[in-house]
């Protein structure tokens, strides 16, 4: 498994996950940005005692493309597809776009979005919060695209939708704590796309 993050911080986190499983081996990170995802592959297969294969058969991106521009999100979508094996699966999530008008102001996921228009904020970056269980609000941001930016860019980099998941709060999720999810409960929270490599 290789795994890549432009914080270096969050590789020493999962370097030290690695490590106390006893089987740092099977494991290599390092700190890349995505737009030079392939370049720093080729660097990394260069160091001594690192063994990367040259394709992958599943790659996994959760909440990168909410931090990138669509063409940095085209370029980063193209150098996976290129990565992946012939029949290889790339599994990625973000933020729903209509996120930006779904959520009230009480609302446990939110976007501050008010006065914004739905394509006019393209490549905007819009900031939010999202709440723990505990009540603390953690800020967040995203990069506004619309619908048509993501299948645009699955489009143009070749690959197939296997298939698309809008993720909401589920029926376990309202049994479980019903006070927490009710803000977000019937509202769309991520698409989760599930692609193929032809």
Not at 10 to 17: D, T
Not at 51 to 60: K, L
Not at 102 to 109: Q, T
Not at 163 to 173: C, F, G, I, S
Request: charged share 25%.
């Amino acid at each position: 498994m290789v795994g890549s993050d432009i914080s270096s911080e969050m590789i020493k986190g999962a370097s030290a996950i690695a490590k106390s499983q006893g089987d740092e081996s099977a494991f290599h990170y390092y700190t890349s940005s995505s737009l030079d995802l392939l370049k720093n592959i080729e660097i990394e297969r260069t160091k001594e005692g690192i063994q990367i294969p040259n394709e992958f058969d599943v790659a996994i991106a959760v909440f990168l493309f909410n931090y990138l521009t669509t063409e940095e999100m085209q370029s980063t979508i193209q150098q996976i597809y290129e990565a992946l094996k012939p029949g290889g699966i790339f599994v990625f999530s973000v933020p729903h776009p209509s996120m930006i008008y779904c959520h009230n102001k009480d609302a446990i996921f939110r976007l501050e979005s008010e006065g914004k228009g739905y394509f006019s904020s393209r490549n905007e970056k819009i900031l939010g919060h999202i709440s723990t269980i505990d009540g603390t609000k953690l800020n967040i941001m995203s990069v506004h695209k619309t619908l048509r930016d993501y299948f645009q860019a699955i489009q143009k980099a070749g690959f197939e939708i296997l298939d698309m998941e809008e993720a909401a709060v589920k029926e376990d999720h309202m049994k479980m704590n019903p006070d927490f999810f009710e803000s977000v409960n019937d509202r769309p929270l991520h698409l989760v796309f599930k692609l193929r490599k032809n």
